[in-house]
Structures are given as C-alpha cells and as structure tokens.
C-alpha cells in the first residue's frame, strides 16, 4: 500500500522561501511519476509541478522559475523548493505518486503566504 507522507509547509511571507518534502513508502519509489498539486481556498485542484523517474520535470506557467521540483530515488522522497512565494500561492499541497494509472496521494500541507 502507497503511502505519501508531506511535510515543510507553513507561514511565509510574500518573497520568501519554502521546501516542501514527500515520503514515499509502500511500493518501489523509481518507478513512479510525481507531482505537487495544489488547491486554493474555492479552487480546484491544480498541478503545480511533475517529475519522471528519468527526473525530467514540468512547471505550471504561474510557477515557472520560482519552483524546483526534485526527487531522490535512495531516500524515496520528492521535493518542492519554493522561491519567490507570493500570496496567490497559498493552498494546501499535495504530493501524488502514479505508475501506469495507479494513483496515490497525500493528506497535504498548508503552506500560508502572508504578512
């Protein structure tokens, strides 16, 4: 059973800097495509950030240049470095683990961008 476990998140101000981990356990970590998702208080879920097990990576447009998404196979856990935050980027985020459609996620972490 895939479990993701996020952690990291928090108050920030706006242009300040956050790190968002993602434990992965139960299944073989290399083989699975990662995302950061994200919602926003009423708004849908939305991808923020994807990375292959090759560690090819993807960026929605509204974070393109602030947000690093990395994995690291040996420690099974995927992370998100947040530069640059600004308000509109306070949601709850999410880690998502899938291979071949078999989808899992996490409980999410509230990451807060204020003054």
């Known amino acids: 059973q895939v479990q993701l476990v996020e952690s990291g998140g928090g108050l920030v101000q706006p242009g300040g800097s956050l790190r968002l981990s993602c434990a992965f356990s139960?299944?073989?970590?290399?083989?699975?495509?990662m995302f950061w998702f994200r919602q926003a208080p009423g708004k849908q879920r939305e991808l923020v950030a994807t990375?292959?097990?090759?560690?090819?990576?993807n960026y929605a447009d509204s974070v393109k240049g602030r947000f690093t998404i990395s994995r690291d196979n040996d420690k099974n856990s995927v992370y998100l470095q947040m530069n640059s935050l600004n308000p509109e980027d306070t949601a709850v985020y999410y880690c998502n683990a899938d291979f071949r459609g078999d989808a899992h996620w996490g409980q999410g972490t509230q990451v807060i961008v204020s003054s």
């Open positions: 139960g299944s073989t970590f290399g083989i699975y495509v």
């Open positions: 990375i292959t097990y090759r560690h090819r990576t």
